[in-house]
Nanobody, 125 residues
């Protein structure tokens, strides 16, 4: 099992940047495909980005491509989401997710077994 704790959310003006972090417990972090998802009020949870076990491959949703970057540091058991050029429509609770069995890329929420508690990102216009 793995426990995930997100941090780094907050309130930012449109055009600004935030970096989210997700710290994982355990000694087998490098076995997990990691993903970031978000959920806005009244909407379904949607895929944002995913990263392979080694960190050598990444994939982002079209809505954030060119603005968001996912990365990981396996030595620190941490995955990051760098968010630049933020827009009001990026406002949501952001969740990190992990799974050791799925094949990369994992873009469906149902593919992940482990989830963090979420961190709120609010972008003002």
């Amino acid at each position: 099992q793995v426990q995930l704790v997100e941090s780094g959310g907050g309130l930012v003006q449109a055009g600004g940047s935030l970096r989210l972090s997700c710290a994982a417990s355990g000694r087998t972090f490098s076995r997990y495909v990691m993903g970031w998802f978000r959920q806005a009020p009244g909407k379904e949870r949607e895929f944002v980005a995913t990263i392979s076990r080694s960190g050598g491959a990444t994939y982002c949703a079209d809505s954030v491509k060119g603005r968001f970057t996912i990365s990981r540091d396996n030595a620190k058991n941490t995955v990051y989401l760098q968010m630049n050029s933020l827009k009001p429509e990026d406002t949501a609770v952001y969740y990190c997710a992990a799974d050791s069995y799925i094949a990369y890329p994992g873009i469906g929420p149902h593919e992940y077994d482990y989830w963090g508690q979420g961190t709120q990102v609010t972008v003002s216009s």
